[in-house]
């Protein structure tokens, strides 16, 4: 069965960066591309971004450009998502999600089970 | 990249139909079928539901069905079952692979 893994909550200051990991086991890692998800309290899903785990390739929503950096270590099939000059607009559950292969392409099929960002001075 | 656009909520009685609707342009949703429906209940992580505009994963209920019609997707629950309160979001291939989730719809079950 398919287990995606997130690290622990994160209390951040304005400013600061914050690294959210994702361990996933029990298929081929670099078989699927992995997307990060996050939800503000209260608000709708929003998409940030894709790691493609086998060739490191990313794409970043505009909105995110220049402040995430997605990275991946096959060797212990981990996918992380880091994010730079953190405003409380970034307070939020932060999902990271796999994307299918086949049919599924282009849609997800797992979840982690979120990871709570926190900013606050 | 805007959020798709979809009522904030709906509601229905037991037995009843109801219709999400997913509005975008003709640069996201219009000019993709990769429209997919995601169900989110509080707490939990979304689950897919609806791919490829009008499919169903396996081992999800059929009285889940999708379609598309020029730039709005839209779900229907038939036999609406107090089970299917809870969120519901569209998400879209939007070109130059990136994606865009519409804005949720609140489903409650009168």
């Known amino acids: 069965q398919v287990h995606l893994v997130q690290s622990g909550a994160e209390v951040k200051t304005p400013g600061a960066s914050v690294k959210v990991s994702c361990k996933a086991s029990?298929?081929?890692?670099?078989?699927?591309?992995m997307h990060w998800v996050r939800q503000a309290p209260g608000q709708g899903l929003e998409w940030m971004g894709w790691i493609s785990p086998n060739s490191g390739a990313t794409k970043y929503a505009q909105k995110f450009q220049g402040r995430v950096t997605m990275t991946r270590d096959t060797s212990i099939t981990t996918a992380y998502m880091e994010l730079t000059r953190l405003t409380s607009d970034d307070t939020a559950l932060y999902y990271c999600a796999r994307e299918g292969t086949g049919d599924l392409q282009n849609y997800f099929d797992d979840w982690g089970q979120g990871t709570l960002v926190t900013v606050s001075s | 990249q805007s959020a798709l656009t979809q009522p904030a909520s709906v509601s229905g009685s037991p037995g009843q139909s109801i219709t999400i609707s997913c509005t975008g342009t003709s640069s996201d949703l219009g000019n993709y079928n990769r429209v997919s429906w995601y169900q989110q209940y509080p707490g939990k992580a979304p689950k897919l539901v609806i791919y490829e505009a009008n499919k169903r994963p396996s081992g999800v209920s059929t009285r889940f069905s999708g379609s598309k019609s020029g730039n709005t997707a839209s779900l229907t629950i038939s036999g609406l079952q107090a089970e299917d309160e809870a969120d519901y979001y569209c998400?879209?291939?939007?070109?130059?692979?990136?994606?865009?989730f519409g804005t949720g719809t609140k489903v409650t079950v009168l």
């Open positions: 029990a298929y081929t890692f670099t078989g699927h591309y």
């Open positions: 998400f879209s291939y939007a070109a130059i692979s990136t994606y865009v």
